[in-house]
């Protein structure tokens, strides 16, 4: 099964005004759950929930064809089979990633950065 290619097209054409940063966090939180590789971020063994996630971006530049911006994810992780009272228990989590946008077709590729 392939996997559909992300895209922000409504961010590429904001690249350069004032909206870019705040159309290009809006378009991450629509995206579709299981979209993003968050596992990257799972610190404690557990399971991606990424129905309600926030994106932050951190900064963003024009190199050679491509945007790459740095995207701050928050998301929650699930760990479960402690047989604790409040088995499964939800965690704050986060990742970092490197967003690299294609100038041409707005396809966007997200690669995590180490912590």
């Not at 922000?8 to 290009?24: C, H, P």
């Not at 995207?71 to 499964?88: M, N, R, W």
Request: hydrophobic residues 40%; aromatic residues 8%.
């Amino acid at each position: 099964m392939s996997q559909s290619v992300l895209r922000v097209v409504r961010s590429l054409e904001a690249w350069g005004s004032d909206s870019f940063y705040r159309l290009l966090k809006e378009e991450i939180e629509s995206l579709q759950p299981g979209a993003l590789p968050l596992h990257a971020g799972v610190t404690r063994g557990g399971v991606v929930d990424d129905n309600e996630l926030t994106a932050t971006v951190l900064g963003a530049s024009d190199e050679a064809g491509v945007l790459q911006a740095r995207v701050g994810i928050f998301f929650t992780e699930i760990v479960a089979g402690c047989s604790c009272g409040d088995d499964p228990a939800a965690y704050n989590a986060y990742c970092e990633f490197l967003v690299t946008i294609d100038r041409q077709t707005a396809a966007c590729a997200f690669e995590p950065l180490e912590q």
